[in-house]
């Protein structure tokens, strides 16, 4: 099953990313300092699927496991 979310890395930012959900091993939400001159930070879920890394996500980890679970409905 996959889930579509959105990419919050600086590189990728509003891109869509469409993970397998079966490969997660865990998400966390955090806050991230994208800017340290300014200290300027957001919020991003960090979703871990190895051996492929972690993306940051919008999404936050009910977002994410409400995806999911509907897929199974």
């Known amino acids: 099953m996959f889930v579509q979310l959105t990419n919050m890395s600086v590189q ?7 993970l397998n959900s079966n490969m997660i091993v ?3 939400t955090s806050e991230v300092v994208r800017d340290e001159a300014t ?4 919020v ?4 871990f699927i190895p ?10 980890v009910e977002e994410i496991l409400q995806q999911i679970g509907s897929a199974h409905s």
């Open 12 to 18: 990728h930012r509003g891109k869509t990313i469409v």
């Open 26 to 28: 865990s998400m966390m």
């Open 39 to 42: 200290g300027s930070s957001e």
């Open 44 to 47: 991003v879920t960090h979703v």
């Open 51 to 60: 051996p492929h890394g972690t993306w940051q996500v919008k999404e936050s």
